[in-house]
T-cell receptor
Framework: DQQVKQNSPSLSVQEGRISILNCDYT??????FLWYKKYPAEGPTFLIS?????DKNEDGRFTVFLNKSAKHLSLHIVPSQPGDSAVYFC??????????FGTGTRLKVLA | EPEVTQTPSHQVTQMGQEVILRCVPI?????FYWYRQILGQKVEFLVS????????KSEIFDDQFSVERPDGSNFTLKIRSTKLEDSAMYFC???????????FGSGTQLSVL
């Protein structure tokens, strides 16, 4: 039951360029979305969130876009830095007491 | 900045043994969670806890699992009789309202031999 999917397992980007990480969901009841970054052997670190009443949220280098009709969200990182190299997870909630996580995308930013 | 702390960072146990994983959520948070990640796989929801009771649990969270908030600060996950497939990184998380971001601990790596 993969309600949240990240179809790209990995992505490589040159330093200074834009990184675009994608996430698709199937449950139309999802109304709050989170992005997390995770380094090996550490817990996920919150990056940015978006509510379904918005289609964009920006925080510094990170912008999340939400397309409800397509059930798709994306995280843009610009400019990308080597320290951004990590696994990125999107997560979704439908107002219940849990977030469903995607499978993750490993981002590698090349210096 | 307040943190969620988890102990131990690593736990090795024999199959069939009981383990207790411990967490101290952020002090003013009301919602508590356990997630796990099997190596190379996604982060999976196990259970959420609010107002001293389980709010929601996944299919993974069967009768072998239990959670407890024994005092005002600790939140524990007990696995009664561990199986090989329980080997994973277990993450505790807490949230002020349940509708905002979750704050995760650094995890307990459980290895069942």
């Amino acid at each position: 039951d993969q309600q949240v999917k990240q179809n790209s397992p990995s992505l490589s980007v040159q330093e200074g360029r834009i990184s675009i990480l994608n996430c698709d969901y199937t449950n139309s009841m999802f109304d709050y979305f989170l992005w997390y970054k995770k380094y090996p052997a550490e817990g996920p670190t919150f990056l940015i969130s978006i509510s379904s009443i918005k289609d964009k949220n920006e925080d510094g280098r990170f912008t999340v876009f939400l397309n409800k009709s397509a059930k798709h969200l994306s995280l843009h990182i610009v400019p990308s830095q080597p320290g951004d190299s990590a696994v990125y997870f999107c997560a979704a909630s439908s107002g219940t007491y849990k977030y469903i996580f995607g499978t993750g995308t490993r981002l590698k930013v090349l210096a | 900045e307040p943190e969620v702390t988890q102990t131990p960072s690593h736990q090795v146990t024999q199959m069939g043994q009981e383990v207790i994983l411990r967490c101290v959520p952020i002090s003013n948070h009301l919602y508590f969670y356990w997630y796990r990640q099997i190596l190379g796989q996604k982060v999976e929801f196990l259970v959420s806890f609010y107002n001293n009771e389980i709010s929601e649990k996944s299919e993974i969270f069967d009768d072998q699992f239990s959670v407890e908030r024994p005092d005002g600060s600790n939140f524990t996950l007990k696995i009664r009789s561990t199986k090989l497939e329980d080997s994973a990184m277990y993450f505790c998380a807490s949230s002020p309202t349940g509708r905002e971001k979750l704050f995760f601990g650094s995890g307990t790596q459980l290895s069942v031999l």
